[in-house]
């Protein structure tokens, strides 16, 4: 069982980064994936990521206090736009393009009122 829980974990941990760089894939929700996966499969790899530089903050606000940072709410909202001017810019059919809207506008209002993480 271990072992399924550790490949969900690296599918996750995979996914998430391919996230970074691809607009419509949401990096963030694939990381605390990762997290919850590695903390059944390994508590070395769970450490791991839990102390990485990149990974590992988000996590952790998100954990303890539902929170996103300002420039990481900013950051994926510029993403979405991009996603969806691109959508139109590419002619995609209408009703694609009304549904992905939707789906985008509910996605960056969670987004935008998440709470900011606690300073100091």
Do not use: D
């Not at 690296?10 to 760089?21: N, R, S, T, V």
């Not at 590695?38 to 996590?59: D, N, Q, T, V």
């Not at 810019?89 to 935008?112: D, N, R, T």
């Amino acid at each position: 069982m271990r072992l399924l829980w550790l490949c969900a974990g690296w599918l996750a941990l995979g996914l998430g980064i391919i996230g970074i760089y691809l607009p419509l894939l949401p990096t963030t929700p694939f990381l605390l994936l990762a997290s919850f996966c590695f903390s059944k499969g390994s508590e070395r790899i769970h450490a791991w990521l839990m102390g990485h530089a990149w990974f590992g903050p988000p996590i952790q606000e998100w954990n303890q206090h539902g929170a996103i940072a300002p420039r990481v709410k900013w950051l994926a909202t510029g993403m979405i736009i991009f996603s969806v001017v691109l959508s139109f810019l590419y002619g995609v059919p209408l009703y694609a393009f009304i549904i992905q809207l939707v789906i985008l506008v509910c996605v960056s209002f969670f987004i935008l009122t998440r709470p900011n993480p606690p300073t100091g």
